[in-house]
């Protein structure tokens, strides 16, 4: 950092070994004014004024204990960047310090420039918060986000297609923010999808409880580059599905709505009662069929219980994906059987799961496909703004899971 350049976030050290902690400190160099502590949870107490803060915890508690502390940490202060000195950079500890929140794993002993490259590392990662816009002019309510569920009765339908490209395709519409919130909390792959490795999940939304609020939900959102995209992925853990209930999403999805233009949810393939509480309270419900008899018979269900739930009709998109003639089934028909007409029709094309497969959407990857096309005039019908240009090429080169 330049001389005389005021550092946007405070540095603080934790090890119970004052020696490693000295030696650490000063590895960040004199002027740092890094603040040291023993043990974690006195870590808890230190709030920097107006800035954020990086941690780097020390090779003591690089251990179950050490890193069950260092997740109570980073989920209490998901705004901070932490980075663990382990001594053993096992494929399991790797896993375990990144399920703790950890940002960037280093093997101690630490040469200086490679925990300042670190530290620069995790900073970045800090910026890309977004901040709260102004809640508009005094006495003026926000205008709350429209909430757009896709929703289907059959898995490999297409819902996390649609999802994913509905949401990047609106976030490039839009200079507000809009939000992609993974609700198949169970086997969520929005993340994977985006090919985003994110350090918060909606794990941390739920655990957080009494002290959920806007700044708080929007520091646990990573966001998606090349869109603008901004992400809440689903837990990492399918067990944590049970301990989320329909109240707790629909909560979080209000304070989204507080911030953003559009919250679009991808859902499992169930109707369980998260699904049936968010369905409740969207805008817009998306259902996806696929086109094969199955699918279009579990589509009818899906259709009659929405029905007798009270959902009204007006609310109620259907998106025909796969909709092509080699399948051997009329697009009229279908909409006779199920009693709606189609709102949308996306054709099969190998380039989905190649950009899936990718982890780049593709209305991203290959914008002038008829299936991108098809995206966008759905897009188009929540907001007709043309999208802006992706602002960074596809990237290559990452690790094939961007979750794990
Ligand atoms: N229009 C399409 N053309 C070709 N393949 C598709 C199309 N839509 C979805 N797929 C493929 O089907 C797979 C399942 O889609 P996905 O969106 O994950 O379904 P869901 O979320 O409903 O389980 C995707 O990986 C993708 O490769
Ligand atoms: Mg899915």
């Known amino acids: 950092m330049p001389a005389g350049e005021v550092r946007s976030f405070a540095l603080a050290v934790v090890d119970p070994d004052p020696k490693l902690r000295t030696r650490l400190a000063l590895q960040l160099g004199e002027e740092a004014d890094v603040v040291t502590y023993s043990e974690v949870a006195a870590l808890a107490e230190y709030q920097p004024p107006g800035r954020q803060l990086v941690v780097i915890f020390g090779p003591g508690l690089a251990d179950a204990p050490g890193l069950s502390d260092i997740e109570r940490f980073t989920r209490a202060r998901p705004d901070a ?11 399991g500890l790797l896993q375990q ?5 950890v940002r960037d794993v280093l093997g101690a002993p630490t040469e200086a420039y490679s925990l300042h490259e670190s530290v620069e590392r995790v900073s970045r990662t800090l910026t890309t918060v977004p901040t709260l816009p102004s809640a508009g002019l005094a006495g003026e309510a926000p205008e709350l986000g429209r909430v ?3 929703s289907s009765t059959k898995g490999g339908s297409g819902k996390s297609v649609v999802a994913t490209n509905l949401a990047t395709s609106l976030a490039q519409r839009t200079s507000r923010p809009v939000v992609l919130v993974d609700a198949d ?15 918060h999940t909606l794990v941390d939304a739920v655990s957080a409880q009494g002290r959920l609020d806007a700044q708080f939900l929007q520091s646990l959102l990573c966001r998606h580059e090349p869109s603008g995209l901004l992400i809440l992925p689903a837990p990492l853990e399918p067990s944590f599905a049970e301990r989320v209930s329909g109240a707790d999403m629909v909560r979080i999805v209000e304070i989204l709505q507080s911030f953003c233009a559009y919250v679009v949810i991808d859902t499992p393939a169930q109707f369980n009662d998260v699904v049936l509480a968010l369905i409740e309270h969207s805008d817009d419900i998306l259902m996806v069929a696929g086109m094969d008899i199955p699918n279009i018979k579990n589509t009818k269900l899906g259709l009659q219980t929405l029905r007798m739930l009270g959902v009204p009709e007006e609310k109620l998109l259907l998106l025909l994906n796969r909709a092509d003639s080699k399948v051997q089934l009329d697009v009229a028909e279908v909409e006779r059987t199920l009693g709606i007409k189609a709102g949308c029709l996306v054709p099969n094309d190998i380039v989905v799961p ?5 982890g780049v959407p593709v ?6 496909s008829d299936v991108a096309r098809a995206l966008e005039r759905l897009a188009g019908k929540f907001c007709d703004a043309p999208a802006a240009p992706s602002s960074v090429p596809a990237r290559k080169g990452r690790s094939l899971f961007g979750r794990t």
């Open 354 to 358: 190649q950009t899936v497969n990718k």
């Open 81 to 91: 960047g932490a980075i663990l000195v382990a001594a053993e950079l096992s494929t």
């Open 97 to 101: 310090a990144l399920r703790s929140g």
């Open 185 to 199: 909390l169970q086997f969520g792959d929005v993340a994977v999808m985006m090919r985003l490795a994110a350090p």
């Open 148 to 150: 757009i569920t896709v």
């Open 363 to 368: 209305v991203l990857d290959a914008p002038r």
